[in-house]
């Protein structure tokens, strides 16, 4: 005897109802799910999407704090995770994959992958040149303490910090993700 399944017994009840075969009703409802699973911004009529991908992650105060590493080739030229840098270009490719079949699936629509990656590394390669200070590049611009300047008890926005945070209104200062646009634009 089988046991119970809803999903099997709901396609059998609604495929005697429709008068299909059990096969016909599920290709239908897979029809169905993939209407409903259109990305939100086709279905509200979006016709330019732009989609950002991951920072170099490994370069960041933040994994650079938490997850220190004493193995062999675990940091970069730059002194960045090397391992988390890897993970972060997997998940990139994964996603302009991904958004390669969007764009086979919605031609009409201008899909755009951000390399934020690339455009991250190549500021820390050329952060001299860019008036930034070699010595704090990896250093989170408004923390307090640790090599990297992160605690995360003492984060950004903390008091301790706001004191710190007059330190990084310098275009020197060292460079955060979320920050490094703003500061390469000055």
Known sequence: MQKPNKKRDYIKERSLVRNQTQEEEEKHRQEQQKKTNRPKANRVGAMRVVVPGNFPMGCLPIFLT???S???GAYDDLGCLHSLNEFAMFQNNY???ALGSLRQ?????VILYADYYSAFQSVLHRAPFLGFDKQSLLKACCGIGGSYNYDPIRTCGSQESISALMLC???KAGIEAP????????
């Open 105 to 109: 699936e919605f031609p009409q629509v």
């Open 66 to 68: 938490t997850l220190p």
């Open 95 to 97: 996603l302009q994959g």
């Open 70 to 72: 004493v193995g062999p």
């Open 179 to 186: 920050r490094y646009f703003s500061s390469t634009n000055k």
């Open 169 to 171: 209104s310098s275009s």
